[in-house]
């Protein structure tokens, strides 16, 4: 066998291994008290990705939804319900399949219960979201965001 064949053969296997791996997926919620959006900062960035809305694994047989709501819990101290599906898509920086949800905050003070992975923990004004990302904001978000505004003007 030639070297060029070996090489064929080598990514031919690594596709083959890569393609029965599932897809790690995140649910990420975008969390509203009236005219703020809970928020956290990555205690280390992921490519452009400092700030981001509070998210985690979905763990097989475990739904969006619930992961969403479990995470923020367990991350922020906030208690929130999923109100709508957002939608999905890869996420540029992460390269990981992503589900947004936008949820309404019930209880709890928000904190930064995870200082592994987040460094801070806070209600950002819902004008002022875009000014804290700095990855792609996901189209269904940036929808979502601009109605809640319209409500509130």
């Known amino acids: 066998m030639n070297h060029s064949t ?3 053969t080598e990514f031919v296997s690594k596709r083959e291994v890569q393609r029965k791996q599932p897809r790690l997926r995140v649910a990420i919620g975008v969390i509203r008290k009236g005219h703020q959006i809970l928020m956290v900062r990555r205690r280390i960035p992921e490519g452009n990705l400092v700030w981001q809305f509070p ?33 999905k898509r890869l996420h540029p920086d992460t390269k990981v399949e ?20 987040n460094a801070e923990v806070k209600w ?26 319209e409500e509130q003007e």
């Open 98 to 117: 992503s589900e947004y949800y936008l949820c309404e905050y019930l209880d709890g003070r928000a904190t930064n219960r995870d200082k592994d992975e």
């Open 55 to 87: 998210a985690g694994i979905i763990k097989p047989n475990t739904s969006g939804k619930n992961t969403v709501v479990a995470e923020t819990k367990k991350e922020t101290g906030v208690t929130c319900r999923v109100v709508q599906f957002l939608g």
């Open 6 to 8: 070996n090489v064929l």
């Open 124 to 149: 950002v004004d819902i004008d002022r979201v875009s000014d804290y990302i700095t990855s792609d904001l996901y189209e269904g978000i940036r929808d979502a965001l601009c109605r809640i505004q």
